[in-house]
């Protein structure tokens, strides 16, 4: 049986793979980097679009270009990268952690590790998940599926298209589509409000005539073989009102509709999950319920700028490396509790003795917000945020001297969080 | 021989389960054996969407022909399982009743079953039905067990069957679609819309859902045949509320009622609904069954949840108005069997099918003589997600292509799919049913660029040509070099 044996482990070579994996290597920690796909970079190589790095580079680059200033750099460092690598199973024990992997080249080994990140990123809800009635036929994809196609592997996969969904790929995919000679027929979202960034509304389908039907929702699927037509229903007051009902005739429908985190192999090891998330429950540390497995990026929560990936991922890596040193072993820490108005808030506990940073994500749209921390009834921080709306994820810090050394039951006071 | 003069012993019509355990019991026999099917692929009409139960055989009277099949079906499963190795299982059936008035159809039930001799078949209390299934909404007043009960995954099941009796000598032709049948001297002429002809001594027409159809162009009998559509939701691995047996209704007058089936492969169905239709290509599905569905299955199974779907699909049940199977030979034309009305029980009466109309050919003048070298034997297929550490290792070693995986829900290597393609499945769902690559939770988004590339490498065709299942459902529109942007 082979084995490889590694400080840490990373599975995932996208965004939140590379930069835990470059914070991590920096402090000369053996790390090995596994991917399933033969190349460095991830999902981001067929994002060919630009908006990337404006927050972490200051400028803006294609999805490739911002891979690049990761990927050179990680070829400079001592990482092992073992690509074209499936990993099968991940079993936690009380001071190694070890990998299944599966590959053509290397064939089947386990990497053991004294931790390991999880950085495997998310999958595209489909059609199956939401239940759209109609007929199965050919021509459904999701709208990164089409992205993929035509970007890496250059095939068109239809003419005329209606893309379910505003989410950020679907409306860089009606541009894109747009461009090599399909005809988009429209945009449907069943949310008053679009789920992808305004940026994207405006470049994607604004600019290029493309109508975007808000309130709407697919109520019928046409076509044996391959989609012939969708039915369009207008929702009033929240119900479908049939009457008022339209036809599409299209071949080809993309759905954008959401990520999921992929957690099945987290959940493989008994790893904990936040039902609100679809990502593992994590402490302060951005440690799981398994003792020394991390986690970051897309796979703990799906983030909308992948330079917020990034820097969670780095915030990460000095994590890892402060487990590995012992230095975060005996740390106190409080529970976060979510409230009003709010969707979740990661990560699930806070320390006393130094700065948190949470990432969270409102359930209503809304002007002139205040975000409200209290530690039981004393405000800790009020923060005034000029709009909110669920598609943006919004981030908080708080200094360790704004936070009160209360005790309840051994435990720091938990701290509340809620939007009014 | 000129292969156009070459007139066959059996043409079977229609290459569903019914079809596929008929071929494969006369394999066994020296005989020339045809099977007819109109789809791109076999098991890809009514077969593809079966539930996936061997039935116990309580269900159905015991004057009727379905319940005779039905028993000596499920008998058969073994045996065949030994045989074939498709994924089987047999977990046992729950029937679970919520008032005194449904224990009153339970003890029917029972005994229904004694009477058609169901066996180990037992009457449970509250306790005892919530000790074997502890699963159950404890509202639960007490219900049926039948040990005997199974599943099995429907498409391995109808694939192993045809693949058996290729091996044994059998032809196959897909995209034949019947569209006459002339009597000639002492044989059948069969002709395809696609204008292909094939000459048969003895034609079976198990044709599913155009049985009516293939009768009329033979100028045998007339009836109908009503489609009834059944919708189901597929749930994911490990779902919550993942029961160990199949659990049903108390029946209702015409249908066995929403289940909760634990598939042989680790995700959780629900359904069928039952509701007669016109159109025999309707394959829709609607809002209101879904809801219907999962009102239904979580009374019975309270944590199962919506929210754990990956898919959901239909499937049409081809029956006749007498509600049983239709199986005898043809009182207008000679040689000519009708298997028609072939609904639930179908999939657990078909092995005993294959059997009853081999006897029915036999008493029809055709001449069984066993082979000597019949091998009823089909090796265990390799799947990667089933194997140990090490016996991976040494897949891998003697292919490397077992380590390539292609499905990762799945987990499905790249060996596999071609092996599916070898095999003559060659389109998008012909290797889905085949090796469950695209059946997981991503539905394919993450493995269906690298099946097609698979597909066109293999067998040497576009991507543009490839397709989803056969006629016009292709994939892709247009390679990016072709497009012209000009014009």
Redesign the interface.
């Known amino acids: 049986m082979k084995e490889k044996i590694y400080d840490v482990a990373i599975i995932g070579a996208g965004a939140a793979g590379m930069a835990s994996a470059l914070e991590i290597a920096s402090t000369g920690a053996r790390v090995v980097v596994i991917d399933r796909e033969p190349h460095l970079g991830g999902i981001l190589l067929q994002c060919i679009h630009n908006g990337f790095g404006l927050h972490l580079f200051k400028e803006e680059l294609t999805g490739p270009e911002y891979a690049e200033r990761f990927i050179s750099e990680i070829k400079r460092k001592d990482i092992d990268i073992l690509l074209n690598s499936t990993a099968t199973r991940m079993a936690v024990f009380q001071t190694i952690k070890q990998i299944n992997v599966c590959s053509s080249e290397h064939g089947v080994f386990k990497v053991n590790a004294k931790a390991i990140v999880l950085a495997m990123g998310c999958r595209e809800r489909n059609r199956g998940n939401l239940g759209i009635p109609g007929t199965r036929p050919a021509g459904i994809f999701t709208a990164g599926l089409a992205q993929r196609l035509l970007n890496i592997d250059g095939y068109l996969p239809g003419k005329r298209v209606v893309i379910v969904g505003s989410g950020d790929i679907g409306l860089i995919m009606a541009r894109r589509l747009t461009w090599t000679g399909a005809e988009v027929l429209g945009v449907v979202e069943i949310l008053p409000y679009p789920s992808g960034l305004t940026r994207n509304i405006v470049q994607c389908l604004y600019d290029y005539d493309i109508p975007l039907y808000l309130s709407h929702v697919i109520t019928k699927i046409e076509g044996r073989d391959r989609v012939e037509a969708v039915e369009v229903t207008p929702l009033e007051n929240g119900i479908p009102n049939q009457s008022k009902s339209f036809r599409i005739e299209c071949d080809t429908l993309l759905f954008s509709v959401g990520l999921v985190p992929e957690n099945e192999l987290t959940q493989s090891a008994g790893i904990k999950i936040n039902p609100e998330t679809g990502g593992p429950i994590v402490d302060a540390r951005l440690m799981t319920s398994a003792e020394g497995v991390f986690a970051c990026g897309n796979v703990l929560h799906v983030h909308d700028l992948v330079d917020w990936v990034s820097q969670e991922a780095q915030l990460c890596g000095k994590e890892v490396v402060a487990f590995l040193e012992g230095k975060t072993r005996d740390e106190t820490q409080g529970r976060v509790s979510v409230g009003a108005n709010l969707k979740y808030v990661i990560p699930n506990k806070y320390r006393l003795k130094t700065k948190n940073r949470f990432s969270m994500r409102a359930l209503v749209v809304q002007d002139k917000a205040t975000l409200m921390i209290k530690q039981g009834e004393r405000v800790v921080k009020r923060l005034p945020l000029r709009h909110v709306k669920p598609a943006e994820m919004f981030h908080v810090e708080i200094k360790s001297e704004d936070l009160d050394e209360v005790y309840e039951n051994g435990e720091p006071l938990p701290l509340q969080f809620s939007l009014e | 021989m000129n292969i156009k003069e070459k007139i066959y012993d059996v043409a079977v019509i229609g290459a569903g389960c019914c079809g596929a355990s008929i071929v494969r019991k006369l394999s066994a026999y020296d005989l020339s054996v045809v099977l007819l099917e109109k789809c791109v692929d076999i098991g890809f009409g009514v077969s593809k969407a079966n539930s996936g139960i061997i039935h116990a055989g309580f269900h159905h009277p015991v004057t009727s022909l379905k319940a005779r099949l039905e028993i000596r079906g499920n008998l058969m499963f073994d045996q065949l399982h030994y045989e074939l190795n498709f994924p089987f299982k047999r977990i046992g059936i729950i029937v679970a009743a919520f008032s005194i008035e449904e224990m009153k159809t339970v003890e029917h039930l029972y005994a229904q079953g004694i009477a058609n001799g169901v066996p180990r078949l037992e009457v449970c209390s509250r306790e005892r039905i919530l000790s074997l299934e502890p699963q159950l909404n404890p509202d639960v007043v007490g219900g049926l067990f039948a040990p005997t009960g199974g599943i099995v995954e429907p498409y391995r099941y109808v694939f192993a069957l045809v693949e058996s009796a290729e091996k044994n000598g059998v032809e196959v032709k897909k995209n034949f679609t019947v569209w006459r049948g002339v009597r000639k001297e002492d044989y059948w002429m069969i002709e395809s819309k696609e204008g292909e002809f094939v000459k048969a001594k003895y034609v079976v027409n198990s044709a599913g859902l155009y049985a009516d159809e293939v009768s009329k162009a033979f100028n045998a009998e007339e009836f109908k045949i009503i489609p009834r559509k059944g919708e189901e ?2 749930l994911q691995r ?1 779902a919550r509320g993942l029961p160990s047996h199949v659990i049903f209704p108390v029946p209702g007058k015409h249908t066995k009622g929403v289940l909760v089936i634990p598939t042989v492969e680790g995700t959780l169905m629900v359904g069928p609904t039952a509701e007669e239709i016109e159109d025999k ?1 309707d ?5 209101q069954n ?1 809801e219907k569905v999962f009102v239904q299955a979580t009374y019975m199974v309270p944590k199962i949840s ?1 929210r754990e ?5 239909a499937g049409l049940r081809p029956t006749l108005p007498s509600n049983d199977f239709y199986i005898e030979p043809s009182k207008k034309q000679p040689n000519f069997i009708q298997v028609a009305g072939i609904q639930s029980p179908g999939l657990t009466a078909s092995p005993a099918i294959g059997e009853y109309v081999k006897d029915i050919l036999k008493n029809c003048g055709l001449k069984l003589i066993e082979k000597t070298d019949y091998d009823p034997y089909l090796p265990k297929p390799v799947k ?1 997600r089933e194997l140990s ?2 016996e ?2 040494r897949l ?2 003697s292919d ?2 077992y ?3 292609v499905c ?2 799945e ?1 499905v290597s ?1 060996a596999e799919i071609i092996e599916a393609i070898r095999k003559g499945h060659t389109t ?1 769902d012909g290797i889905k049913f085949y090796t469950r690559a695209g059946m997981g ?6 493995c ?2 690298r099946i097609l ?1 698979i597909i066109a490498r293999e067998v040497g065709i576009p ?1 543009e040509k490839i ?15 072709d ?1 012209d ?1 000009n ?1």
């Open positions: 939701f597929l490990n290509e394959l829709s599905t609607t809002y879904l919506r779907i990956i898919t959901s699909f990667v550490f090490e991976l290792e891998i070693e490397p292509r380590g390539n995986i990762r829900c987990t790249e998008l939770l991503c539905q394919g988004a993450f269906s660029y590339k991507i397709t989803k299942r056969g006629g016009d459902s292709w994939i892709i529109y247009k390679r990016l070099q497009i942007l014009q």
